[in-house]
């Protein structure tokens, strides 16, 4: 059966609540006739909301009914007291509840008109929403047959009720999933996970704490993990860029920076002649470096990757503080003697080369083994692959020092928006790149304010990835900390519980001043529950996200059972 033979009329008279008193753009107000007796309503043994809060209501409008949300609801003064009484007889009273119009619909088909078509007059009758035509409504999939649908959620008071999206409104204007620690991100990130499987689709997981490990799904690591090593890969750090580099080692602009420039070149030109050792400049004849040094330009130029070793860098800044011609500046054809000034101007970098080349944590990046499979031919493989449908990266074991974390990441994102511009992913071979605690990579900025390093290639994914056929969904329980232009980018958002101001007005803005009145209900949702809402859905709605077969190891500590032992 199609989404269309699921409709019927929503202005069923036994779900009759009140008759409307007030209406404004955006908002109306409306007789409650049964809402004051505190007694639950029933019909054909499901309940039926009669005003309350968060609850759906239709409102009728001549050949269409306006979909509304229930906001407040309230006695005047003069009833308040008719509440309070003990006895059997119910009270005589008349609640006003204030709803949020939300949108427009064909009373025959249910066609959304999407915002408010034809406002209503005053004393039309409200009925209470029946939860199957919201869920309808919430999917946005009534008129869209042939589409794929993901179970993700159901109505948070009946989960008979399921609510199904399409991947297209979830998915391709990019997807953010919001909320505070405890409120069920990892949970809701695993369930996408499991429908992106179990339709055909292709998904990239950045797993920045390891707690996915037990999906079902090709897992490699990063870092000093205790895994076998074909399962063990590596971003060596010659595959980085210059900026990349400056961002690791932090150069001083004017001082160090060239001579760091020049030193990994001719790092480069070692491994060219087959050499293992350092360049020595002091008094040797330019001619024969400078024309290695332009075929290996040559080769990059045609894409090659050269390589270059991280343990020699310290040694050969040292031997390119020389003066740039010999005897006194006459002979020109050499470099001259070592330039003393130039030296210790580099000593603080030295230190910092020299005390990266020997931390272990960082050996997985810093002259790594060569057999260890690199992430960007893996990133290849995957993409070529048909019978591949997630990847799951582990980055629990990279530091966080030196930033590894984040020009990791960085590197990861710059390699996959090369792919889709080269063609690798498309709209007809697309991509999901799922990334836990966001806010650790998008758009961090290594550096102090004269000598920064933006990390930006998610940022630029999130700006420009979609007409790649190349979309991210995010996790992060720090919106704060996403930039506002990235947030922007961002169609489809799963906002959890959030308890902070600062969070909970991100979401305020980045959804629009109609949304705001929904947004106030943030702090107050339940674990799972979470509000579903973007450019693709007709409103905003409070679901239950349906938990996840194989769920992520996100639990807290059991203290009661631990100490209880002792």
């Not at 992106?196 to 897992?219: F, H, M, Q, W």
């Not at 004017?254 to 030193?263: F, H, I, N, R, Y």
């Not at 990757?305 to 343990?311: D, G, L, M, T």
Request: charged residues 25%; hydrophobic residues 40%.
């Amino acid at each position: 059966m199609n989404d269309n033979a699921k409709w019927f009329s929503p202005h069923d008279p036994k779900r009759r609540i009140g008759s409307l008193i007030d209406v404004s753009a955006t908002e109306a107000k409306i007789n409650l006739t049964k809402a004051g007796s505190g007694e639950q309503s029933w019909l054909m043994g499901s309940r039926v909301s009669v005003g309350e809060v968060n609850e759906f209501v239709f409102i009728e409008c001549g050949e269409y009914t306006i979909l509304a949300r229930v906001v407040k609801v309230w006695l005047e003064s003069g009833e308040r007291l008719s509440v309070d009484q003990l006895d059997d007889q119910l009270p005589e009273n008349n609640p006003i509840g204030l709803v949020q119009l939300l949108v427009s619909l064909d009373v025959q088909n249910g066609k959304n008109y999407r915002g408010i078509k034809q406002y209503p007059r005053l004393g039309v009758q409200v009925y209470a929403a029946h939860p199957q035509l919201v869920a309808l409504i919430a999917e946005g999939s009534l008129h869209l047959e042939g589409k794929l649908q993901l179970p993700i959620a159901s109505m948070p008071h009946d989960e008979t009720v399921t609510v199904s999206v399409t991947p297209e409104n979830l998915f391709a204007r990019h997807c953010a999933i919001l909320g505070s620690t405890g409120g069920g991100k990892s949970y809701t990130m695993a369930t996408l996970l499991e429908n992106v499987e179990r339709l055909g689709g292709k998904a990239l997981l950045i797993d920045a704490t390891g707690e996915y490990k037990n999906l079902p799904c090709d897992s490699y690591y990063v870092g000093n993990n205790n895994v076998s090593r074909d399962k063990q890969t590596t971003y060596p750090h010659w595959l980085f860029t210059d900026s990349d580099i400056r961002a690791l080692l932090r150069p001083a602009g004017q001082t160090q920076a060239p001579k760091l420039d020049a030193a990994i070149k001719s790092l480069k030109v070692i491994i060219h002649q087959g050499r293992s050792d350092i360049l020595v400049k002091a008094n040797q004849e330019k001619e024969l470096i400078e024309r290695d040094l332009l075929a290996v330009e040559s080769q990059e130029l045609q894409g090659k990757v050269c390589k270059w070793s991280f343990k020699l860098l310290g040694e050969q800044i040292e031997e390119e503080c020389v003066w740039p011609s010999a005897d006194y500046g006459k002979d020109i054809t050499k470099w001259g003697d070592k330039h003393i000034g130039e030296f210790g101007h580099c000593l603080s970098l030295i230190s910092r080369i020299e005390a990266m080349a020997s931390n272990k944590h960082l050996d997985w990046m810093l002259d790594c083994d060569d057999e260890l499979t690199m992430i960007p031919n893996l990133l290849e493989d995957f993409l070529s692959e048909n019978d591949q449908s997630i990847l799951r990266l582990d980055l629990s074991a990279v530091p966080f020092e030196a930033h590894a974390r984040e020009l990791l990441v960085n590197a990861i994102g710059r390699k996959l928006l090369t792919l889709a511009r080269e063609g690798n992913i498309s709209h007809d071979k697309p991509l999901l790149v799922f990334i836990d605690e966001a806010h650790q990579f998008l758009n961090k900025t290594i550096g102090e304010e004269h000598n920064a390093f933006n990390l930006d290639a998610f940022g630029n994914i999130a700006k420009e990835g979609r007409k790649y056929g190349l979309n991210v969904v995010i996790a992060t329980q720090r919106p704060r900390d996403i930039p506002e232009d990235v947030l922007s980018q961002i169609g489809t958002l799963i906002v959890h519980r959030l308890t902070n101001e600062r969070d909970q007005e991100v979401v305020k803005r980045s959804v629009g001043a109609i949304d705001y009145r929904s947004a106030s209900f943030l702090p107050a949702l339940g674990q799972g529950e979470a509000l579903l809402l973007g450019v693709d859905f007709p409103f905003p709605m409070t679901v239950q996200i349906k938990m996840p077969n194989i769920k992520p190891e996100s639990c807290s500590a059991i203290f009661s059972g631990v100490w209880g032992r002792i």
